[in-house]
């Protein structure tokens, strides 16, 4: 079945880089996202990345992708208190029809 | 543009009773899906309308439902509430199918007592 995997925390220091990963599993996702949540808030969406992408940067955010080991990861340059949220990983999976799948979500804490 | 809204915000229900949620997409979204999101279970999909009909569904009861109306609005109901379903329920709204970018609304926070 579908399923996307992330750890749960991650604390950095400010002004140093955040790396989120994450791992799935349906091999036919076609998008790639990641989303911010902020406590009381619904998800933002960040950015997202097609299958048939390496990488995609969008100013202090780069998505590296991996389709041979099925690993994507969120890199944060120059990290701010201000990105201290759940940063949640989903894949558009078209197994049995199109759905996103989520990942359990990486808390993020950003020590001044 | 206005984005996607919720409402209520906030809900208290006791057990047993039934609730509906609303959800209007932004304009020009035909697809929306809901999603239950709870402290140990993360994000789980619900269901998806698009132009009116159910496209997909998650491993839910047949005690939660929805519907979605001809201008796009769409609601969730769930019945006989139990205290498990305490849970941010979020919107999602989307141009096309769920394979395009989602826009989230702020959810309804339920709370079962």
């Known amino acids: 079945g579908e399923d996307v995997e992330q750890s749960l925390f991650l604390s950095v220091r400010e002004g140093d880089s955040s790396v989120i990963n994450c791992t799935y599993t349906d091999s036919s996702s076609t998008y790639l996202y990641w989303y911010k949540q902020e406590p009381g808030a619904g998800l933002q969406l960040l950015t997202y990345i097609f299958s048939n992408m390496d990488m995609k940067q969008d100013q202090r955010l780069t998505v590296l992708l991996n389709k041979k080991d099925k690993h994507l990861s969120l890199r944060i340059a120059d990290t701010q208190t201000g990105d201290s949220a759940i940063y949640f990983c989903a894949e558009i999976s078209n197994t049995g029809g199109f759905k996103t799948i989520f990942g359990a979500g990486t808390r993020l804490f950003v020590k001044a | ?113």
């Open chain 2, 1 to 113: 543009k206005a984005g996607v809204t919720q409402t209520p915000r906030y809900l208290i229900k006791t057990r047993g009773q039934q609730v509906t949620l609303s959800c209007s997409p932004i304009s020009g979204h035909r697809s929306v899906s809901w999603y239950q999101q709870t402290p140990g279970q993360g994000l789980q999909f619900l269901f998806e309308y698009f132009s009116e009909t159910q496209r997909n569904k998650g491993n839910f009861p047949g005690r939660f439902s929805g519907r979605q109306f001809s201008n796009s609005r769409s609601e969730m109901n769930v019945s006989t509430l139990e205290l498990g379903d305490s849970a941010l329920y979020l919107c999602a709204s989307s141009r096309s199918t769920q394979g395009t970018e989602a826009f989230f609304g702020q959810g309804t926070r339920l709370t079962v007592v």
